[in-house]
């Protein structure tokens, strides 16, 4: 089986999206400012921005992600593979290009099932929003952590690392790598 | 006049202290694992640690963490120089060695202004609770951030970057470094 990886771009002080999350604003009002770094040119934030597509065989997303991205995701459908949609709302499955949404509504666990079906031996990544992420961690179904932090303070929304367990836990740095626009970090959870 | 730096150690979910702060866990009941980091012997650990006390020309710190560290700190107070603890109780001058803590009930502002009148052209640099730091970082007096980032998850306790403002800020990444004992990271504060 695939590893499994939450990744995701956080302010330093920890907000995987901002305020009022809606679909003029998918990461929340000051959100915009979480994904700047993609604009970068450096190779570094380039080599990261690549990894999360290489060796990954499907993609776990929140509802809220769904509702609030598609609109901007183009005739691909961004992803270009398998794409399980953790909801409560049940939905047929929506086709664009190489990329599938398929609404799973048993919850993370049953989506992460059948991402790791669809994924084989490559790696599911939870890409957003933060509560599935925080949800597949808590319940032990990560094994590593890819953070993007860039150098602001957004001061309100949700941050990514709450509700993850209320015991102490020892993480195993991967790589880190900086540049002005992010801080590129991974790291294995213990088992 | 010198730098104010806020410099404190992190675990990777913002906590600056555990849950349960007292004199036998001064950084809580968990605490004792964001400090291990001084424990290594890789060179960029302990470039970090130095940069501490290099340059700096005196301490802010709260009177919580005065309250719970001073039976630890031996004969030489540990600081080496004037630190000035922020507190709403009156308590005489403290003699160390060459450290002297004197008390500031007058907030934060006016701790600043006595531990840079004492600095010169050196740095102040809070070294901790974090509900001074938020203080300071909130009133706009501090001018670089420099954390440590531990590779665990502690879940609770008292994170540093809550309270320091709901507008978003954006900050300059100056070096950042990476072992397997904590990511040392240094910021601009935008003027």
């Known amino acids: ?3 499994s ?12 999206t901002g305020r009022d999350v809606d679909v003029a604003h998918p990461f929340g009002s000051s959100g915009r400012l979480l994904y700047q ?18 060796g990954t065989g499907a993609f776990v997303i929140g509802r809220t992600m ?6 901007t995701w183009g005739a691909d459908g961004a992803f270009g593979m398998e794409c ?13 290009g190489p990329t599938t949404f398929t609404f799973v509504t048993e919850g993370v666990a049953a989506a992460m099932d059948a ?4 994924a084989g031996e490559r790696a599911v990544v939870i890409a957003g929003g933060p509560t599935v992420a925080q949800q597949a961690m808590a319940a032990g179904m990560v094994d590593e952590l890819r953070l993007h932090v ?27 790598t900086s540049t002005s626009w992010a801080t590129h970090m991974s790291f294995d959870l213990a088992p």
């Open 1 to 3: 089986m695939g590893r």
């Open 5 to 16: 990886i939450v990744e995701m771009t956080v302010s330093l002080d920890g907000y995987a």
């Open 37 to 54: 770094w993609h604009e970068s040119d450096d190779a570094l934030d380039a080599e990261a921005a690549k990894g999360m597509m290489d």
């Open 66 to 71: 769904y509702d609030v991205g598609i609109g």
């Open 84 to 96: 399980f949609v953790v909801t409560r709302r049940p939905h047929q499955p929506v086709h664009r």
């Open 115 to 118: 991402a790791q079906a669809a």
């Open 150 to 176: 860039r150098p602001i303070l957004l001061g309100a929304g949700t941050r990514l690392l709450d509700n993850v367990g209320e015991a102490p836990a020892g993480l195993h740095t991967k790589r880190v």
